[in-house]
């Protein structure tokens, strides 16, 4: 789950990472009083759930309420790659002397966290690992020795940070920063920048935070944060049902048992010709309440012009999922085409299932390929 800006930054606020004072505005009349409130100068910030907003004008400096007002409405309803602005963080204007970057993010390769962090930062971290991958000091933290003072240092010297005065403060947002890693069970934190300011003030001027979905049972005050607008409509019902559901860009809606065999799935249909509107995981089960579930999700996306369900049983009994299917089209009326694959155990019961009840928009094919192809065919 990724978090707002200002959400990070509340993160970041409670493990004691400096960051400056701001208020949520999502009006322009919001965004004048948030500025009167904070006196002096502001900078107006698009609360989108993407980077680079600085680039697509979705930052902007004001000397105080009255500009505030008059970037808020410039901002506000901004489409920032695919992201409509609907909120704004007002901040209190830094003034920026440095611009640094830091992060902490898993390295899966080492199976360990990886601190990152240079003194080019503000610009795109992607930049300065291939124009100068010597600016950027890497480091993991073995989890089972858990952070080391010196790690900060290390990373600090490495970068070449000179001033005692920054250096001190840079090793404790380092560590404060591992903490709400660890804490939080985040999967990226990172600052970009990490400023100094002109009186030598290190802080977090942005923040880009991802907590694992998987461990927001452990965090129900993070969980609350997630902004249900910020997804869209079949992606939050897939959420609300329990149902795994990716939404892709081609025209073949996927069902299948597991994610080993919808990835699978997505390259068959590739290989067929055709790409995947979006897919559905049933997990273990198909049940018919788990199908129509499904249905209803992938249906809900209007790009899809076929649906393709592939099932391979193994504990589960292809059998049963025919009789869900069934089942799901009696309680349902699905217009598009649906193809549909079992194979494993009781496969051959499952076919004569179909055969015998399934509507006449129901194509059944023996294999996976025959499937796609089929579904390919069916969506153009
Ligand atoms: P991003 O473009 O989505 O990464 O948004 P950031 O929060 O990183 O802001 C982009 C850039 O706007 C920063 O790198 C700064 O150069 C500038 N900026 C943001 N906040 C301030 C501020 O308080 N004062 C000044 N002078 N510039 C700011
Ligand atoms: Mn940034």
Not at 192 to 204: H, K
Request: charged share 25%; glycine share 10%; hydrophobic share 45%.
């Amino acid at each position: 789950m990724d978090l707002y800006e200002y959400q990070g930054k509340e993160l970041f606020r409670r493990v004691g990472i400096p960051v400056s004072d701001g208020r949520l505005a999502a009006s322009p009349e919001e965004a004048r009083a948030a500025a009167e409130e904070l006196g002096g100068r502001v900078v107006v910030k698009a609360q989108v759930l993407t980077g680079g907003r600085g680039k697509a004008g979705g930052i902007k400096l004001a000397s105080g309420p009255e500009e505030a007002e008059a970037k808020a409405r410039e901002i506000l309803g901004l489409d920032i790659r695919g992201h409509v602005v609907r909120k704004l963080w007002i901040e209190a204007a830094s003034e920026i002397a440095k611009e640094y970057y830091l992060s902490v993010t898993f390295d899966r390769g080492a199976k360990m966290p990886l601190f990152m962090f240079t003194t080019q930062g503000g610009v795109d971290i992607e930049e300065v690992a291939a124009s100068s991958p010597d600016a950027l000091v890497r480091l993991h933290v073995d989890p089972f020795e858990g952070f080391q003072p010196w790690q900060a240092r290390r990373l600090i010297y490495g970068a070449g940070v000179g001033d005692p005065e920054e250096q001190r403060q840079i090793a404790a947002i380092v560590e404060q920063l591992h903490r709400a890693f660890v804490e939080f069970d985040a999967m990226l934190c990172e600052i970009n920048p990490l400023i100094v300011t002109a009186d030598g003030q290190v802080r977090a001027l942005d923040s880009k935070f991802t907590v694992d979905d998987n461990a927001l049972f452990r965090h129900p005050d993070i969980a609350e944060m997630r902004d249900p607008d910020a997804y869209p409509p079949e992606e939050r019902a897939a959420r609300e049902k329990g149902v795994t559901y990716v939404k892709l860009h081609g025209s073949v809606g996927i069902l299948a048992n597991g994610a080993g065999l919808a990835m699978s799935t997505l390259d068959v249909v590739a290989l067929a010709g055709g790409r995947a509107a979006n897919f559905c995981d049933l997990g273990g089960g198909g049940d018919a309440q788990g199908v129509v579930d499904a249905l209803e999700i992938i249906t809900g996306d209007p790009q899809v012009r076929s649906i393709l369900f592939n099932v391979f049983g193994g504990i589960t009994r292809t059998d049963e999922v025919a009789r869900g299917i069934l089942q799901a089209l009696s309680l349902m009326t699905i217009e598009h085409p649906i193809v549909v694959r079992l194979d494993g155990t009781n496969a051959e019961e499952a076919h004569e299932l179909l055969s015998a009840a399934a509507p006449a928009n129901v194509y059944v094919e023996k294999t996976m390929l025959d499937a796609a192809r089929r579904a390919v065919e069916l969506a153009a």
